[in-house]
């Protein structure tokens, strides 16, 4: 009987207008060769390249590259079970959570035992707004009370900059942190992302410091945000 490998497990979180469709679809776009299946809200804000979709069959996208995106319809595990019965599985899994919805709602579901043993949550993803970090930090530090691995992403750098909006990135990890413990890295980039391995997990190397996520994404205007 074959040994199944832990398909490890993304969650995507956010307060509404981060940009999690953005980061979402980065991710499929430049999966590196890795079979990558999303779970989303809404497909057409992902807005995945017309040229990366080979077909559609039971509500599930097939990408050219061998990458897989459905939406969150109903029941999250009936969801999971679903994309791990797929021959062949997904290496990864990428959850984006609403922007409006209570992201511990999700890990309640993740921790059922038949889920977790294999598709375990590795670690959560919150996308910040640069523009607007107060509100968006507000939702980052009730995220951060989940108690799991946790790195926050600031997108909309350059936006920010523009309005004379500083950004102390030393200062935000000390935001985040809990007392008496260690902070949770921000980037200001995703490059890094595509460092998800099964052997590592999601390896924080940020490639040379700090990216700026805007540039990496060819996405300062906005457009596509949730």
Known sequence: MAILVPVLTLLVAG???????TVVNHLLAHAQGRRIAAVVNDFGAINIDAELIAGASDGVVSLSNGCICCTLEGDLLRTLATLLRRD?????????????????D????????VIWREAPLETVLCVVDATN???????????????????????????????GIAIDVAALERALSRPGGIAGPVVLGLLWLLLFTIIGGVVGAQLDGRLDLSAALGNDTGRGRS
């Open 133 to 163: 970090l107060r509100l968006h930090l507000r939702f980052a530090l009730e995220v951060r009370e989940l108690g799991k691995p946790m790195i926050v992403a600031l997108n909309m750098v350059d936006a920010a900059r523009r309005r």
């Open 88 to 104: 062949p599985r997904p290496e990864f899994i990428v959850i984006e959570t609403s922007g409006i919805a209570d992201p511990a």
């Open 15 to 21: 307060f509404l207008g981060a940009g999690k469709p």
């Open 106 to 113: 999700i890990v309640r579901n993740l921790m059922d035992p």
